[in-house]
């Protein structure tokens, strides 16, 4: 199967600075990447919509000042939470869509503590 | 807008005996429907993609159908492994950005 890797694993950080992490495709390219978030025995939320070259697409309730997205190759995308606060701490997972099927291929995940 | 219920929500089996988890979504319109495995604290492993124009596919001791009418997905797992002890999620593609909407998932225990 594919590869998607993502980086941090973990993060922990003080309140108010800000944290960036990276989520890449190793042996494809996607055009298209998510972002989703993940409370503690919930589900996934799907945060934003990552398309190459163009701006994120963000779900309703998502603050796109606070939750940066650039997906600026066709293997890279970033989320960079910033001035990070202590709600913010969650599990974030990425996902990169592979060629037409619209199979997605996920990250392993990159835990924020924000102390 | 879709919405993906996942039943039981919680499943404890012991090990060798089949099962079947069960996913329903409101919106038939979907281009495809993926069931995923999650360990704890870990991301998702795709398991299986069923095409909407698809009924079932088959992995190993895995085997998922699709009935869009219905709107129903069920996943079967064969002779269970205790290894198979997972929270296991599915998810339907729709929207323009066909992106996915997951189910809560179903926590699998496998017994020894």
């Known amino acids: 199967g594919a590869v998607v890797s993502q980086h941090p694993s973990w993060v922990i950080c003080k309140s108010g600075t800000s944290v960036k992490i990276e989520c890449r495709s190793l042996d494809f390219q996607a055009t298209t990447m998510f972002w989703y978030r993940q409370f503690p025995k919930q589900s996934l939320m799907l945060m934003a919509t990552?398309?190459?070259?163009?701006?994120?697409?963000?779900e309703q309730g998502v603050e796109k000042d606070k939750f940066l997205i650039n997906h600026a190759s066709l293997t890279l995308s970033t989320l960079t939470v910033t001035s990070a606060h202590p709600e913010d701490s969650s599990f974030y997972i990425c996902?990169?869509?592979?060629?037409?099927?619209?199979?997605?291929?996920f990250g392993e995940g990159s835990r924020l503590t924000v102390l | 807008k879709q919405e993906v219920t996942q039943i039981p929500a919680a499943l404890s089996v012991p090990e060798g005996e089949n099962l079947v988890l069960n996913c329903s979504f409101t919106d038939s319109a979907i281009y495809n429907l993926q069931w995923f495995r999650q360990d704890p604290g870990k991301g998702l492993t795709s398991l299986l993609l069923i095409q909407s124009s698809q009924r079932e596919q088959t992995s190993g001791r895995l085997n998922a159908s699709l009935d869009k009418s219905s709107g129903r997905s069920t996943l079967y797992i064969a002779a269970s492994q205790p290894g198979d002890s997972a929270t296991y999620l599915c998810?339907?593609?729709?929207?323009?950005?066909?992106?996915?909407?997951f189910g809560s998932g179903t926590q699998l225990t496998v017994l020894p």
């Open positions: 996902s990169a869509v592979k060629g037409n099927t619209g199979e997605l291929f």
């Open positions: 990552s398309n190459e070259g163009s701006k994120a697409t963000y």
């Open positions: 998810a339907s593609s729709s929207g323009s950005a066909r992106q996915l909407t």
